[in-house]
């Protein structure tokens, strides 16, 4: 049976734009993409000193265990020459699973939903474009409130994202 997946994508080197249509391109080879966010220039947060993001979101249904799927989006990552030198730092390409159906995963390298999600608005700006009404399995609320309570909160402070464009 399939789920509907919630990922997120970034890419702060090179030609951001045509990283992001990459891989955005090979998960519509999968032929379960359902939806994907216009682009948005983000401020990078946990490291500051580092060029600016184009982030969006992307829903997909899949068959895939939420294992496969992080093995699948790590390989679009190597396929596309990402390079991990530092934590947080600069990337090519970086994608992140946040939700998967209404799972909850608690394993080595990866929790679902995504444990950060709910304090970083370059990631539910662009959810919240797609699937509002998408619910955190473990908080109960929709990506719009999530987004809504961000923007009104301290946690949202120093995190700029502007609509850049449609992908």
């Not at 946040?98 to 995963?105: E, H, K, M, S």
């Not at 474009?129 to 399995?137: C, D, L, Y």
Request: aromatic share 6%; proline share 7%.
């Amino acid at each position: 049976m399939a789920d509907t997946a919630y990922l997120s994508l970034g890419s702060n080197l090179g030609d951001r734009a045509a990283n992001l249509r990459a891989a955005i391109g090979e998960l519509r080879s999968t032929g379960g993409l359902l939806a994907v966010s216009a682009l948005y220039e983000t401020q990078p947060v946990d490291v500051p000193n580092q060029p600016w993001f184009l982030n969006c979101a992307a829903a997909i249904e899949t068959d895939r265990t939420p294992r496969e799927l992080l093995t699948f989006a790590l390989s679009i990552e190597a396929t596309m020459g990402r390079l991990r030198f530092r934590d947080q730092g600069p990337r090519k390409i970086d994608i992140d699973l946040l939700l998967f159906g209404n799972r909850l995963v608690d394993e080595p390298g990866l929790k679902i939903p995504h444990p950060a999600m709910h304090r970083r608005r370059f990631v539910l700006e662009p959810l919240a474009e797609i699937a509002p009404q998408v619910q955190h399995p473990i908080l109960g609320k929709t990506a719009r409130e999530l987004l809504d309570e961000l923007q009104g909160g301290q946690l949202g402070e120093g995190q700029i994202v502007r609509r850049f464009q449609p992908l």
